[in-house]
């Protein structure tokens, strides 16, 4: 069993910052990209932040320069640390990891529960 739990979430003003943490435990071998996605209202999930475990990362457009993604492998955990936060930014914010299990395991995608983040004045 595999369980990733975000936290962090909350409401914030346009302008400001938050910092999301994902966990993830229970049966782990290893742990290869870990990502946030985030689905607004009426909307499809999209891709926010993603990072292999040796640290590549890539963005969505909407959040360069403003968004920053890192991990600690030895915790499995994954951080976003969000800036200049606008209305747009508004979403359930959802952690991922493709994890493998054991040593022979393929590598499955794994989400968290999610985490609302709202931005407005």
């Known amino acids: 069993q595999v369980q990733l739990v975000e936290s962090g979430g909350g409401l914030v003003q346009p302008g400001g910052s938050l910092r999301l943490s994902c966990a993830a435990s229970?049966?782990?071998?290893?742990?290869?990209?870990m990502g946030w996605y985030r689905q607004a209202s009426g909307k499809q999930r999209e891709l926010v932040a993603a990072?292999?475990?040796?640290?590549?990362?890539n963005y969505a457009d909407s959040v360069k320069g403003r968004f920053t993604i890192s991990r600690d492998n030895a915790q499995n955990t994954v951080y976003l640390q969000m800036n200049s936060l606008k209305p747009e930014d508004t979403a359930v914010y959802y952690c991922?990891?493709?994890?493998?299990?054991?040593?022979?395991?393929?590598?499955?995608?794994?989400w968290g529960q999610g985490t609302q983040v709202t931005v407005s004045s």
């Open positions: 990072i292999t475990s040796g640290g590549s990362t």
């Open positions: 991922n990891g493709g994890v493998k299990r054991y040593y022979n395991d393929y590598f499955g995608s794994y």
């Open positions: 229970g049966s782990i071998f290893s742990i290869n990209v």
